[in-house]
C-alpha cells in the first residue's frame, strides 16, 4: 500500500482529501498551522511538501519521523530525503541515538544509512552499542544499524560489528558488513 493510499483509507469520506491531494505548496503548508487538522491530513501535508522540497515540511517530517506508527515514519523518511534539507541527518541522529525511543528509531537508522552524512556512521554505532545487551528487544533496529554501517562501510563500526556477529539475530548481518568494510578498505581510495 503505498503513502497516499493509506492516508486516502485514514480520511475516508472527508472532503478534504481530495482538496489536499490537488493542493497548491502554500495551502499545503497551510495544512500544517491550521488548527483542528485531523492527522493524515498533516501528514499528507507535509509529505506532499517534503517531495516539493519546500523546507516547510521540516519540522511537522521530523515529528513523524518520531512517530509510533510505522508506516508514518517510513514516509516521513521518504519525504524528507527528497527534501534534501542539511538538518535532517542531525535530527536523525537525535532520534536514533534517543534510549527513551529506541522502539521508534528504524526508520531514523534506515534514513541515516541512506542520507550517508557524517552523523550517519557514529549514531549507528552508539546505537547499536547500546543495542548489544543479551535480552534487548530492539533488534530489528540493531540489525537496521549493522546494515546501516555495511553500507556506510565506515572503519570506525569494526569493534561494534565484531561484538554484534557474537548475537544469533545478528552474526550474519554483522559478518557481512564487516566483509564490506574490508573491501571497502582494499579499494583504491
Do not use: K
Not at 25 to 32: K, M, Q, S
Not at 51 to 67: I, T, W
Not at 112 to 135: D, M
Amino acid at each position: 500500500m503505498t503513502v497516499l493510499e493509506r492516508l486516502r483509507g485514514e480520511a475516508g469520506a472527508a472532503e478534504a482529501y481530495p482538496r489536499l491531494l490537488g493542493a497548491g505548496v502554500d495551502e499545503l503548508a497551510g495544512a500544517l498551522t491550521e488548527p483542528g487538522q485531523p492527522l493524515w491530513a498533516r501528514e499528507l501535508a507535509a509529505y506532499r511538501l517534503g517531495l516539493a522540497r519546500d523546507p516547510r515540511a521540516f519540522e511537522p517530517l521530523v515529528l513523524l519521523l518520531n512517530h509510533r506508527d510505522p508506516p508514518r515514519c517510513a514516509a516521513a523518511a521518504e519525504a524528507l530525503l527528497a527534501l534534501g534539507d542539511p538538518r535532517t541527518a542531525r535530527a536523525a541522529a537525535a532520534l536514533a541515538t534517543n534510549p527513551l525511543r529506541t522502539a521508534y528509531a528504524l526508520e531514523p537508522v534506515r534514513l541515516l544509512t541512506a542520507l550517508r552524512a557524517p552523523e550517519s556512521a557514529p549514531a549507528l554505532i552508539a546505537t547499536l552499542g547500546r543495542l548489544l545487551s543479551p535480552h534487548d528487544p530492539y533488534w530489528r533496529v540493531a540489525v537496521a544499524c549493522v546494515e546501516g554501517l555495511g553500507v556506510l562501510a565506515d572503519p570506525r563500526a569494526r569493534d561494534v560489528l565484531t561484538r554484534a556477529q557474537a548475537h544469533p539475530r545478528l552474526a550474519v548481518a554483522a559478518t557481512g558488513a564487516l566483509r564490506a568494510l574490508s573491501g571497502a578498505g582494499a579499494s583504491p581510495g
